[in-house]
């Protein structure tokens, strides 16, 4: 496996919860806001050294809510995720994965083997912020609406982060979103922030796009209107 390394103790990576934090290399996705970039790019990366992970999350497991794993997408080495998931079972520590919900296949595979507790995802809307041509990106839209399909069919606990953007039609994709979801689940505002990062990039990009302080209050406002439990990432 491929990672950029990992936190024995964080609290940032999934809300309320403290996690024992592992980024994995690569992506499908070019998301222009993206401030993993590095690791998306499989840059700056390095194989695992399995033996010296699971030591530190043993040694860590008192501490923590879950063992997280993010990227860059995860499932992109699912084979190898689902065996270190197994190997983490064995300590009885809680599985998060994140993951952009795309790579449906493997995701279900993980689901029916029992080895994950708890889904972390983006709901990028409209797809044209996966940062791919039209036609790929509705594509990976469809997979993603599979995914939060295959979350609700095995009930697992979803925390659904909303990146929001300014000029962009975002509500009919939400609702898209929310329609599928038969879980527990709670939905983090994300605001985008700060210049763009990845390829394909344009500056520009942000001084459109950022700084949603008005479409953040109007989604917050929509979505507790409908029940939904809403938290907001700092600016």
């Known amino acids: 496996m491929l990672t950029s390394g990992w936190k024995s103790v964080s609290m940032v990576d999934v809300h309320g919860k403290v996690t024992f934090t592992l980024w994995l290399c690569g992506c499908n996705l070019k998301c222009p806001f993206c401030h993993n970039w590095r690791i998306a790019e499989g840059l700056d990366c390095f194989p695992l050294d399995r033996k010296v992970l699971v030591e530190e999350l043993e040694s860590s497991s008192f501490l923590i809510d879950y063992f997280h794993v993010t990227g860059g997408e995860p499932l992109m080495q699912w084979r190898e995720l689902g065996s270190l998931f197994a190997e983490v079972k064995l300590l009885e520590v809680p599985v998060s994965l994140n993951t952009n919900l795309t790579i449906v296949g493997p995701l279900e595979k993980l689901l029916k083997a029992n080895l994950v507790d708890h889904i972390a995802t983006d709901l990028k809307a409209p797809p044209k912020l996966y940062g791919l041509p039209e036609r790929p990106a509705e594509r990976l839209w469809n997979l993603f609406l599979r995914g939060l399909d295959v979350v609700s069919d095995y009930e697992i606990p979803l925390e659904l982060r909303i990146p929001v953007a300014k000029g962009f039609n975002q509500w009919f994709y939400i609702e898209e979103g929310l329609r599928r979801l038969n879980t527990d689940f709670y939905v983090v505002l994300n605001p985008l922030v700060g210049k763009p990062l990845t390829n394909p990039r344009d500056e520009d990009w942000c001084s459109k796009h950022c ?9 917050k406002t929509k979505l507790e209107e ?5 938290y907001l990432s700092d600016f």
């Open 211 to 219: 700084w949603p302080e008005k479409e953040v209050k109007v989604l």
């Open 226 to 230: 409908l029940g939904v439990r809403v």
